[in-house]
């Protein structure tokens, strides 16, 4: 994943925009565990101030933008040497949208339709829980996915910084309490809207009469609905396009490097050296799995720097911030372009991102890791 | 046996029809089964228990989640650990077992205790706990395969199959390991949560274990027949392992269409029998470079912990309350549980005697034939011992065997004991002086008295060179030819010229009128030149020197001493003797000769 440091703190200002509004309507629907009403009440602070004209600007600008710096970072792609969790969080990331569409359409359309309608929690989870329950299990499944997604975003971005040290005993738990409460937020609010149903049946009718008609007008937006999928499953397709061509093009020049201890790895050409050693096997600290943030990955070069990609602003940056020495690069970032590159590895590969956020206690760490490869 | 094959061949019948009526009728039912569920879940207690099970999944997220936050760095560096040999290989494999089962337990449990604080509707209770289950499952086979095959990263590959197949094979055991597992899950979920989809499961589990069987048959044919026949090279061809393993699963498959608790038993039991199958290959790569005890040892333990692991298996398979199977009343229940006691103490006694065997071999193949004409050292007194304790480890071992396994028979061995015992007083009185010989003998071999290949003087004049030892008796080779058969207890107080060193003593008389430092200093010289000697040199442990000892009437007597190790004093004083004359000779000096001269003074 290349991409200048630009790209990379637009993408994590978007991404911060986003879970930020999902905070807040996950801490409104977990309010419901105490009463519907309470929902409603804190509504106005929690929820209204992202449904004005500005905040839905706000939302649609970042979401558009998350999206495609995401598809463009496949698109860049060179390998799939993805880590479990960068694997996860990219399924989740390409499912949501679609998952999303359905959501956002029902709710546009409900307020052209019926305005007011669905700016009430009790009538729309009347609406979930009784009369179009499919909706529902799609909500779950989107507050599931988003949030996982959201949760790794947001935990490989802080665990790297100096901070976590003091914030990480309670943001992880925050972090998974949060969506739980709001499940079951949803679940006991969605208990007490079962009930009113049942005892009310003026209410009832009313939310029966809404749904119909709102039902009438979602049945003829299918088409854009569809429109609207198909399109993005074609981005999608043009993304993993152009990931495919470039390596089904890199495949016809291969290169190599030698690491320190005398191994040496076969990849093609444009991949890091990071990429290469994951691909061959070569034990290679990588704790932001090539974001070119935490500086563990770094080599020393010493052969053949000029068969290397040129320093990147991002990558100057991550060097200067751990204290790295003329002449080291981050595995990551640095391509190989051509023949002769020999590397030695500076942190052992089992550095864990305390590495990243006291770069300096863990220099000393690079030795013991070279003498136990030299006289393996 | 007519009536029973008949009663057999009906119960299969039956189920084979039972079989195609679940086949005929899973459509149908299918659809019904699938309607019904649908209209559970588009209800208002179908969301709640939809947000529920949300929620569990978060739950086990985030708890498996906190665990790799710690886990993670450990587990990486025991992957990045340079792997020298398949057994640590094993080690780093070991742990990454450990470490995925950890994270894979933790999320189970999270997922599982958290399920129990939630009111569910009827049936979502047992369909959520089997299908967490059923992950759990899948997950650990996953874990599994990877850690056995390692895709990723042939370093830490634990059994030897090449990087181009292997991505092929972990895919085709974890289809089929899921298949099976899909099989073994899935069903009773149908049955029990969904009303009248009896027909369905069925159905299910039938077509689940057909790909199943289809493609282990298939994989035994793709892998086992291939690898063998490119690894063998130009080794005489042997049986293809891939038959035997195809005839497995077939028979396994044709036995479960007949009956279903059978095949538990039939898929153990051919489970027993390919790992055993592939014992000897996978501990040797892992052991064989060790050479001597361990493979072995390490073969039969693995043996054997298979087949008990198989036999246990079976009994909960069929549900044996293994509790109450030592008081069961069945006759051959109890005469196999002792067989088991049995072989459970052939194999200690097997293990024990196979170490001291290969230990004591190895060790004497070490030192190789002994050489006579060697002076004898340390390895020779170990060629003394090690043989007798191999045979009487092996007499002990046998006697301690039998007896154990009369006992675990159930046959009363105290009046044999006894019986031993009168019998043993008996012979005693008879064989006291052999006792007191053996005995003797431990002590004379515990206090390193003589070795083979030392010249001993025991008491009654018994000497000669030790060339034989015996539980009972030492063989000597007298200097002249005889062969001495002494016993222990006859040998008495024991003088061993062989050990160390000795000190050689000889006397030079010269004339009265010789200048004694000069034949001292002369007598040094020679001592200096034949410690230079490079024959000589290394058997003068202190050199000759010689000093004036005695004055006799007419003759100086000059006495020589030098320290050589056992046996080489002769040669060496004979060499001395040799120097020492040829210098006299070059002073000019003569031995005394014993004449007496007599001077006659004249008094005039």
Known sequence: MGGSKTIRAVRLVSGLILITFVTCHLANLAIGMRSLAQMEAWR????????????????????????????????????????????????????????????????????????????????????????????????????????????????????????????????????????????????????????????????????????????????????????????????????????????????????????????????????????????????HAHVCSGRGRCGTCRVRVDAGAQALSPVGDLERGTLERVGAAAGERLACQAHVLGAGVRVTRLLPAFADATAAQAPHDWAAGAAPHVSAKESA | MAAWSAELLAIAKARLVALGADLAQAPQEAQHALQSVHDALMTGPGVRAGTYIAILLLVGVAVEWLYWMYAYSPLRAALSMPAGSPREALRIGLRRLAFGAAGILLFTAATIGASAAFTWPPHVHGVVIAATLLLLVLRLSWIGVATVLTPDR???????????????????????????????????????????????????????????????????????????????????????????????????????????????????????????????????????????????????????????????????????????????????????????????????????????????????????????????????????????????????????????????????????????????????????????????????????????????????????????????SVALRHHNGPLHFVPYGALGSVRNTSRDWVIDKFNLPLPIDVESEKIRKMIKQIGEDMKQDAAIGPLMLEPLKGKLYRIDPGVKIFRCKFRSPPGKQFDVRANALKRIEAALRKMGVQFADGRQTVVVQNPG
């Open chain 2, 154 to 472: 042939p370093r830490l590959r634990l059994v030897p199959v090449a990087q181009a197949q292997v991505r092929w094979l972990a895919a085709g055991l974890m289809a089929a390991l899921a298949l099976l597992a899909f099989g073994r899950f899935l069903p009773p979920v149908l049955g029990e949560g969904v009303e009248q989809a009896q027909h369905v499961a069925g159905a299910l589990r039938l077509a689940a274990y057909t790909l199943a069987a289809l493609i282990l048959f298939v994989g035994a044919f793709a892998f086992f027949g291939r690898a063998r026949a490119r690894a063998e090279g130009a080794r005489p061809p042997l049986f293809p392992r891939s038959f035997p393993l195809a005839l497995l699963v077939v028979a396994v498959y044709a036995v479960w269409l007949m009956h279903d608790r059978a095949a538990a038993v039939a898929a153990i039991a051919a489970i027993v029998i390919a790992l055993q199958i592939g014992l000897r290959p996978t501990v040797y790569f892992y052991w064989g470079e060790e050479g001597g005890a361990l493979p072995a040892i390490v073969l039969s333990l693995a043996r054997f912990v298979v087949a008990l692991a198989g036999v246990g298996a079976v009994a909960l398979a069929l549900d044996t309350p293994l509790s109450s199977l030592a008081d069961s009343a069945s006759p051959w229940i109890r005469i196999g549980l002792r067989l088991l006691g049995v072989a459970v103490l052939a194999l200690l006694a097997h293990g024990v005697w196979i170490a001291i065997r290969s230990v004591v071999d190895h060790r004497l193949a070490r030192i190789g034939p002994v050489d006579p004409h060697e002076p004898p050292n340390a390895s020779s007194r170990l060629l003394t011992l090690l043989p007798l304790l191999r045979v009487t480890t092996a007499v002990l071992l046998l006697v301690l065997l039998v007896l154990c396994s009369l006992w675990a028979l159930g046959i009363e061995i105290t009046p044999l004991l006894a019986g031993a015992g009168v019998l043993g007083i008996a012979l005693g009185f008879g064989a006291q002086a052999l006792v007191r010989d053996i005995i003797a003998g431990i002590f004379y071999l515990a206090d390193d008295a003589f070795r083979v290949g030392e010249y001993i003087e025991g008491a009654g004049n018994t000497k000669g060179n030790v060339e034989r030892i015996t539980l009972r």
């Open chain 1, 44 to 283: 106005a602070t929690l929820t209204v101030p992202w449904t004005t004209g500005a905040g839905q600007w706000l939302l649609a600008v970042a979401g558009t933008i998350h999206l495609s710096l995401g598809l463009y970072a496949v698109a860049s792609r060179r390998s799939l040497t993805l880590s479990a969790t960068d694997a996860a969080q990219l399924t989740l990331g390409l499912l949501t949208p679609p998952l999303l569409i359905a959501h956002v359409i029902a709710l546009a359309t409900a307020n052209r339709v019926s305005p007011g309608f669905a700016d009430n929690y009790g009538q729309i989870l009347a609406v979930y829980w009784s009369f179009a329950p499919a909706y529902a299990f799609l909500q779950l499944f989107v507050v599931v996915v988003v949030w996982l997604h959201g949760a790794i975003g947001l935990y490989s971005w802080l665990v790297l910084q100096p901070i976590w040290r003091r914030i990480g005993g309670f943001v992880l738990p925050v972090l998974f309490a949060l969506p739980i409460l709001a499940l079951l937020g949803f679940a006991s609010a969605g208990q007490e809207v079962l009930d009113r149903l049942a005892n009310d049946p003026a209410w009832r009718q009313m939310i029966l009469d809404n749904v119909g008609k709102i039902a009438k007008v979602t049945r003829e937006l299918a088409g854009l609905q569809n429109g609207l999928l198909q399109a993005y499953g074609l981005l999608v397709l043009l993304a993993f396009a152009i990931f495919g061509a470039r390596v089904l093009r890199a495949r016809l020049r291969p290169v190599e490097i030698a690491y320190d201890g005398g191994e040496r790895a076969q990849g093609r050409y444009g991949l890091s050296v990071l990429e290469i050693s994951l691909l061959n096997d070569v034990p």
